[in-house]
């Protein structure tokens, strides 16, 4: 069974970092461009990071870009998402996906992609 857990979410304040995880089972998460999105409340899913399979490509939305760093943990099957300098603003779920699309400026979910649970990141002092 193909599954994607994420973790490493929490409350922290301004400024501060967490490192998200995500783990993957049932694939050779490798194999796949993958990436990170939230989810605010009352606002639509928004891609965070994603990198293409090889590495060669990567997508940073503009408000993390220089915040945030994606990376994979090709031995423990894993993807992680490296925040610093954490704003109020991003606070939101969290979520990792497979497959993703990265075209031009921009990185989109798997059409039918099902989402996980996501972790929560909650920005405040």
């Known amino acids: 069974q193909v599954q994607l857990v994420e973790s490493g979410g929490g409350l922290v304040q301004p400024g501060g970092s967490l490192r998200l995880s995500c783990a993957a089972s049932g694939l050779i998460l490798n194999y796949y461009p993958i990436g990170w999105f939230r989810q605010a409340p009352g606002k639509e899913r928004e891609a965070v990071s994603c990198?293409?399979?090889?590495?060669?490509?990567?997508y940073y939305a503009d408000s993390v870009k220089g915040r945030f760093t994606i990376s994979r943990a090709n031995a423990k099957n894993a993807m992680y998402l490296q925040m610093n300098s954490l704003k109020p603003e991003d606070t939101a779920v969290y979520y990792c996906?497979?497959?993703?699309?990265?075209?031009?400026?921009?990185?989109?979910?798997?059409?039918?992609?099902?989402w996980g649970q996501g972790t929560q990141v909650t920005v405040s002092s």
């Open positions: 996906a497979k497959n993703v699309v990265i075209v031009g400026n921009n990185c989109a979910p798997p059409p039918l992609h099902s």
């Open positions: 990198i293409s399979s090889n590495n060669g490509i990567t």
